[in-house]
């Protein structure tokens, strides 16, 4: 049993612009922390706060109508710099915790990835398939990656969850920046490992068919998790374009 919680998620959604001009917008994020004690549940908690009040902060004092050519540089530059404020945070009140970090910042149908860590981001597409738009930063991944370890052997991996990038690490390290389109009726699902650690793909998507409520559908995914075994902490954000 987890005594503490050291995931943090951060979910908003609004819109942006002139009233004969409004873009659906949104600040979605899941950080798994790690250390040890507090200081984990701290350092995901301060990695949620940066990031978002950076992005809130940059995205509602911009004008859209002056960056219409220069939108995806900028807004990927802007996901890459709420990752930077996160880490120069956590390496400053709290030195020794660490943090996965991985959030999509929405535009409209735009969205704009930034993945440090081992959470994942899963796009849910109109044909129904589960792909994976991250990659874990992870040592069994990359044993993985070498051909050295097979995915099943790496499930049990006694070091299955030693991260060789993270937020609150001394070493210089680069976030994983991404740039994708989510069409009407797709979704994506941003988790930490407490679910795909325990989930495969093929049962997310079983649950993801039973429901078309995504409070419901994140309740579900939790549920499977716990049932099998859910030794750490889950959480699940599910977002779904309805327009």
């Not at 507090?38 to 960056?67: R, T």
């Not at 860590?117 to 990659?135: A, E, H, P, Q």
């Not at 070498?146 to 001394?170: F, K």
């Not at 049932?227 to 977002?239: E, F, H, T, Y």
């Amino acid at each position: 049993e987890r005594r503490n919680n050291e995931d943090t998620l951060f979910v908003m959604t609004g819109a942006l612009g002139a009233l004969d001009h409004l873009i659906d917008a949104g600040i979605f994020l899941v950080a798994d922390g790690m250390g040890g004690h507090q200081n984990g549940e701290v350092a995901s908690q301060l990695a949620a706060k940066a990031a978002s009040q950076y992005l809130l902060s940059a995205i509602f004092s911009a004008s859209l109508d002056e960056n219409k050519d220069g939108d995806a540089l900028n807004f990927r530059k802007l996901v890459r710099g709420a990752v930077d404020e996160a880490h120069n945070l956590i390496l400053k009140r709290v030195p020794g915790g660490g943090t996965t970090l991985t959030l999509v910042l929405a535009i409209g149908e735009n969205l704009y990835s930034a993945h440090v860590g081992d959470s994942r981001i899963y796009l849910m597409d109109s044909n129904g398939k589960m792909n994976l738009k991250t990659r874990d930063h992870s040592l069994v991944k990359r044993l993985i990656d070498l051909g050295e370890i097979t995915e099943s052997i790496a499930r049990d991996h006694p070091q299955r969850n030693v991260l060789y990038r993270a937020l609150g690490q001394s070493d210089p390290f680069e976030p994983d920046i991404d740039q994708f389109t989510l069409e009407k009726g797709e979704r994506i699902l941003i988790c930490s490992d407490g679910l795909w650690g325990v989930l495969d793909p093929d049962q997310m998507l079983e649950i993801a068919r039973k429901t078309a409520d995504l409070d419901e559908m994140a309740r579900c995914l939790v549920q499977a998790a716990n049932d099998q075994g859910g030794p750490d902490n889950i959480s699940v954000v599910l977002v779904e374009r309805v327009q």
